[in-house]
């Protein structure tokens, strides 16, 4: 697969165009970033971890029917993935309480929600990706009553297989983020499933292996990201 020119640069991956009119190489960086970019960073090796853990979620996911933009690892850096327009939208599922749900309601870390909650936030970090409700969306055009059904159906579905996934592994899976794109018509899975996505906590220990640990400065930032890649990968 050729590697054409680059088409987007975020605040972790870049995608590059292909020969293939459908596909893009999505390229894995190690730059961290927290609280919408006023904390940034370098998480060494975490390009590689990022691309192992996303490459093994998607390809377990796809085994168990969820459609997404994932096609193959290409090398330690990089997948290729379908071409898709991303629904420019954040979708977030809660199954204990942490992060920005702590701060909004003054909740205790670690609650456990009575069922999980599901936050749609607004893609546009001019404005801070704003936390909005279904309506917002659908009154703005960001997608229509059948792509946000599908999203939220495909949303609860994907936390169901990465709870057990996790759990498999000795993780608890606190809470994650997913962003959705068009694909011929239909909704697919995109982005990435990593330890920037979402919140592990160690079963028994409690232990953050995530991006918590960058954004809180809780050190071992690196190891984190490579005691996870060990586990998903093993
Ligand atoms: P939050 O508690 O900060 O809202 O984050 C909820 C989950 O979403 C957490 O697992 C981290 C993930 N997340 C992202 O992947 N990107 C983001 O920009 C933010 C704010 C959160
Ligand atoms: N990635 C986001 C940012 O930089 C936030 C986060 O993951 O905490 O802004």
Redesign the pocket.
Known sequence: MKKGKQIYEG?AKILYETDAPDLLIQYFKDDA?????QKKGTIQEKGIFNNSISSRIFEYLESQGIRTHYEKKLNDREMLVKRVEIVPIEVIIRNVAAGSLCKLLALAEGLKLKTPILDFCYKKDELGDPLVSEYHVLALGWATAQEIATIKDYTFKVNDLMKKFFLAINLDLIDFKLEFGRYKGQIILADEISP?TCRLWEVGTGKKLD?DRF?KDLGDVEEAYKEVFSRVTK
């Open positions: 605040k970033t927290a609280f919408n970019a920037d991006k954004r």
